[in-house]
């Protein structure tokens, strides 16, 4: 009778573990499976990214207008009038004052900041241009004006600083150019005038 005993709580001991392994095994797929299910969502999306900032900015709450202008390589143009070109976008354009008011939580609130930023999403070799336009003048008085150009990768390193005294309405200055290598680095820059705007003008009249 012992004998008997021994042996079924082998069996309940056999099929305890029989058990436990056959969830286990399951437990084993479902994590598998989980790991293997993409997200739809992710699928063919495209990776937002920036490989140089311009920045362009002039003392806050100041009614003056100055715009960005910015040559490639290929002969694009960015300004005011096309945002978007070839590899380049021109993510805010300040009016001075005009449109300078937020809605927050409700409440119309100025936006002192005067500033201007362009993105370049991809570098091709060759020169790039960088000038400022005074598009509107409101008082005598020089308007300073600084511009910082950042490469962003592999890490965050200034190509530029430096400022521009704006002379008035239709002042066009050259901040920058600078020279990017067939591997994607900064091999020159210079400081020399090179008028962007007169040039589109003069073409489609």
């Known amino acids: 009778m012992r004998h008997d005993i021994y042996r079924q709580g082998d069996s309940q001991d056999a099929f305890t573990d029989l058990l436990f392994n056959a969830l286990l095994g399951f437990a084993f797929m479902f994590v598998a499976a989980f790991a293997l299910i993409s997200d739809p969502e992710k699928t063919g999306a495209i990776e937002s990214k920036a ?25 694009n143009l960015l300004w005011y009038n096309n945002r978007d070109t070839g590899l380049m976008h021109l993510d805010r354009d300040d009016r001075g004052i005009m449109q300078d008011r937020l809605l927050v939580d409700g409440k119309s609130v100025d936006n002192p900041l005067n500033q201007e930023t362009v993105t370049l999403r991809a570098l091709q070799p060759g020169e790039y241009v960088v000038n400022l336009l005074h598009y509107q003048a409101n008082y005598a008085a020089p308007l300073p004006v600084t511009v910082k150009v950042e490469k962003l990768n592999p890490e965050v390193t200034v190509v530029f600083y430096g400022s521009r005294d704006l002379s008035g309405a239709g002042d066009e200055q050259t901040a920058i150019r600078f020279t990017i290598d067939a591997d994607g680095n900064v091999s020159n820059t210079s400081e020399r005038t090179k008028p962007l705007l007169r040039n589109v003008l003069t073409n489609k009249s």
């Open 51 to 75: 490989e140089v900032l311009i920045t362009v900015r002039w003392p806050d709450s100041h009614p003056d207008d100055v715009d960005t202008l910015v040559e490639d390589p290929a002969g």
